[in-house]
């Protein structure tokens, strides 16, 4: 079993950052790709970053140039630093991890973390 444990989110002024960092633990062989998605409510869940294991990453274009994905792993974290932050980043952001067990790939998601932007 893996277990992803979210930290990070709240409130923040527009102009705002913050951070979200997810950890994974538990039975662990390869992690692949390490992802953060975002929703709204009666929306879709869509990408927002994701890192490979090579370290390559891929951004939505609405965060391109203000968001950061970076991971660790030797600990097994992913970050997402959002900086300059607009009302419309507002959105539960999920952890998404992608694990290598033999010919397997098995996706989990980690809990939603609010993140609101407002004045």
């Known amino acids: 079993q893996v277990q992803l444990m979210v930290s990070g989110g709240g409130l923040v002024q527009p102009g705002g950052s913050l951070r979200l960092s997810c950890e994974a633990s538990?039975?662990?062989?390869?992690?692949?790709?390490m992802a953060w998605y975002r929703q709204t409510p009666g929306k879709t869940r869509d990408l927002v970053a994701d890192?490979?294991?090579?370290?390559?990453?891929n951004y939505a274009d609405s965060v391109k140039g203000r968001f950061t994905i970076s991971r660790d792993n030797a600990k097994n974290v992913v970050y997402l630093q959002m900086n300059n932050l607009k009302p419309e980043d507002t959105a539960v952001y999920y952890c998404?991890?992608?694990?290598?067990?033999?010919?397997?790939?098995?996706?989990?998601w980690g809990q939603g973390t609010q993140v609101t932007v407002s004045s």
């Open positions: 998404n991890v992608a694990i290598i067990d033999g010919p397997t790939k098995y996706i989990y």
């Open positions: 890192v490979s294991d090579s370290s390559s990453t």
């Open positions: 538990g039975s662990i062989r390869s992690i692949e790709t």
